[in-house]
Nanobody, 122 residues
Framework: QVQLVESGVGLVQAGGSLRLSCAAS????????MGWLRQAPGKEREFVAS????????YTADSVKGRFTISRDNDKNKVYLQMNSLKPENTAIYYC???????????????WGQGTQVTVSS
């Protein structure tokens, strides 16, 4: 069983930056691929970024490519999402998720955090 807890609740102005963290309660996070996904009000959940277990590959949605970066620290059992040049349309609940592959999609992750709200004001 993998428990994930996101942090980095934020209210930021457009153009600003925010870093989300996800702490995992596992013996070794390196066994898991990790993903960040989000759900905006009235919209379906969508993929944001993912990373392989040993940092052997990352995937980033086209809508955030060049602005968002996923990274991980397996020694600390943490995954991060650095978000720069934020836009109001990035407002959503952001979820951390884990699985055995860094799926660039929303429907394959086995473990999910509770989500953290990110609000970008214009």
């Amino acid at each position: 069983q993998v428990q994930l807890v996101e942090s980095g609740v934020g209210l930021v102005q457009a153009g600003g930056s925010l870093r989300l963290s996800c702490a995992a309660s596992v013996r070794s996070l390196s066994f898991y691929a990790m993903g960040w996904l989000r759900q905006a009000p009235g919209k379906e959940r969508e993929f944001v970024a993912s990373i392989g277990g040993d940092v052997d590959g990352t995937y980033t949605a086209d809508s955030v490519k060049g602005r968002f970066t996923i990274s991980r620290d397996n020694d600390k059992n943490k995954v991060y999402l650095q978000m720069n040049s934020l836009k109001p349309e990035n407002t959503a609940i952001y979820y951390c998720a884990a699985d055995n592959s860094p799926w660039p999609r929303t429907d394959r992750y086995a473990y999910w955090g509770q989500g953290t709200q990110v609000t970008v004001s214009s």
